[in-house]
């Protein structure tokens, strides 16, 4: 199973990027995909995620409202829109990937945490300028 991210880079504020995570050697419509990330000084927070199966997703939120997370499964690739960028989302965003993911509930997917993914790729800075 591998995992690679793509899109990161440098914005200024209020600004977008769009970042990518390729998935090979697994059955990709089959899994969670989410993306984490890791700002200087904090702990990996989950951002999004979204289940290849039945495009439930989540957003943190942070986020909610500004990034929007999609699949191509004919692509094995997943996409997180990043729209209105702040310079409080200044990360590393890691991709991460699991045959379960965090549980679906009647009201959707409400949490999502680090021990809910197995698989992950090595991360792609992100960082919003003043």
């Known amino acids: 199973m591998h995992l690679v991210e793509s899109g990161g880079g440098l914005v200024q504020s209020g600004g977008s990027l769009t970042l990518s995570c390729t998935a090979s050697?697994?059955?990709?419509?089959?899994?969670?995909i989410g993306w984490f990330r890791r700002a200087p000084g904090k702990e990996r927070e989950g951002v999004s995620c979204i289940r290849s199966s039945d495009d439930s997703t989540y957003y943190a939120d942070s986020v909610k409202g500004r990034f929007t997370i999609s699949v191509d499964n004919a692509k094995n690739t997943v996409h997180l829109r990043m729209n209105s960028l702040k310079p409080e989302d200044t990360a590393v965003y890691f991709c991460a990937a699991d045959r379960l993911g965090p549980p679906l509930t009647s009201a959707g997917i409400l949490t999502m945490l680090e021990m809910d993914f197995h698989s992950w790729g090595q991360g792609t800075q992100v960082t919003v300028s003043s």
């Open positions: 050697g697994f059955a990709f419509e089959q899994y969670t």
